[in-house]
């Protein structure tokens, strides 16, 4: 392969951060007990990488997919692609523009208005006025946000953001497209208006470099995926492949696994998961208890989450304590039981995660629990084979504490 045909090389391409430890207070009488205790007490840290030694080619023309478990490095690696962040060794080369979306409003500014960030994204891009202003109409349509397009941005609410950011970034004809996970902001209409732009971006020859948690979508678009795996590249061929190993490292329980590494601000950890049964059939209620724990630091009053995945990744089951009106109590310790019920899923293995958030992420545990349905005859009515983001089905869910030991 001669060196005009790759259009992204990649040598030994490294990212580390530095994660400081420190005891935080969360009461000045604390603080100040902590300081007489401990008068010498310095902050700790230590390296944390989150690529390790990354090679890779890829040609002019190819679409590939990046995938993994949250916390692999997908996003550090498009960032360091997208020069958004420098390696802290290796190479990157890149021949041609390269046009990013990796997070909601990349590359806008808050105060200008749709029309403006357009030619701004432009510019950015190396485009003249001219060119800009040739695709401007069909930018505009792609959106649907016409309506609003004088308003300042930062009046926009997230799927308009993401609109306007994809449109601009699919028409202003960069040779390198790099899109991260952030479309699953947009509803299911757009994903798959989305989808088919970039089909069609990918037929004029322009490369793409795509992640997503949705093996539907990459099984579609891609026609080679990279398989990060705490931040390593553990796989770089075929897509089916690619996703058959991916499944495989679904299936792997990551309980284990040091809390600290996994996404979230990290305040509070769930810790020993235990689900009532593991085998059910169709329609059988779904019991788990998780204990979240206290880390570090003070939040407010938190929710919980869980995500029921199928064997492609497609969440097929969404579920939000606040519906409950129940929390996570700013404690040390709490037991927590979820329950869901009269979910008629397709016989088959389903990934559990759990989730703990407040304004963002606390923590995410990916894999907490498989469950198998077992084929049941004559079949019930089971989920359809559409739906992104919100799930596919509705199902009577409820949480409750679980009393400790002892207690009234």
């Not at 059939?281 to 788990?288: C, H, K, V």
């Not at 579920?319 to 869901?340: A, C, H, M, N, T």
């Not at 009269?342 to 088959?348: I, Q, R, Y």
Request: charged fraction near 25%; glycine fraction near 8%; charge should be negative.
């Amino acid at each position: 392969m001669s060196s005009s045909d790759i259009a992204v090389q990649a040598r030994g391409v490294s990212k580390s951060y530095r994660i400081q430890h420190e005891t935080k207070a969360t009461t000045l009488g604390e603080s100040i007990s902590n300081k007489l205790k401990n008068p010498l007490a310095r902050q700790t840290s230590e390296t944390f990488w989150a690529l390790k030694e990354v090679d890779f080619d890829i040609r002019k023309g190819e679409v590939v997919g990046i995938i993994g478990r949250n916390g692999a490095g997908k996003s550090t690696l498009l960032k360091v692609l997208s020069r958004i962040t420098a390696p802290t060794t290796g190479e990157i080369v890149i021949r041609g523009r390269v046009g990013s979306l990796l997070e909601v409003g990349t590359g806008f500014h808050p105060e200008l208005t749709g029309r403006e960030n357009i030619f701004l994204n432009g510019a950015i891009l190396g485009m003249t006025q001219r060119e800009v202003q040739r695709q401007f109409d069909q930018i505009v349509e792609f959106s649907g946000v016409e309506q609003f397009l004088d308003t300042p941005v930062k009046r926009f609410s997230s799927g308009m953001y993401v609109r306007l950011a994809f449109a601009v970034a699919a028409h202003l004809e960069p040779e390198v497209m790099i899109v991260d996970e952030v479309l699953a902001v947009g509803d299911s209409e757009f994903q798959k208006k989305c989808l088919g732009k970039m089909q069609d971006v990918a037929k004029s020859g322009r490369t793409i470099l795509f992640v997503s948690h949705n093996m539907q979508t990459i099984s579609q678009l891609c026609t080679h995926c990279f398989l990060l795996q705490s931040g390593s590249m553990t796989f770089s061929g075929p897509t089916d492949e690619a996703i058959a190993r991916y499944i495989e490292t679904q299936k792997q329980s990551v309980v284990d696994v040091d809390p600290d590494l996994r996404p979230g601000s990290g305040e509070y950890r769930i810790t020993e998961v235990n689900v009532e049964r593991t085998v059910v059939q169709s329609g059988d209620p779904i019991r788990a208890r998780y204990t979240v724990e206290h880390r570090r630091g003070h939040t407010p009053f938190l929710h919980t989450n869980f995500h029921l995945c199928d064997e492609v990744n497609t969440i097929v089951l969404h579920g939000d304590s606040r519906i409950k009106q129940f929390g996570v109590k700013p404690r040390d310790k709490q037991e927590i039981e979820l329950e869901f019920s009269g979910v008629n899923l397709k016989p088959g293995t389903y990934r559990l995660d759990l989730m703990v958030h407040y304004n963002g992420y606390v923590d995410v545990l990916e894999g907490a629990a498989n469950i198998d349905v077992s084929p049941v005859l004559p079949e019930r009515l089971a989920t359809s084979d559409f739906g992104y983001q919100f799930g596919q089905v509705i199902a009577e869910m409820n949480w409750r504490e679980i009393d400790p030991p002892g207690s009234a």
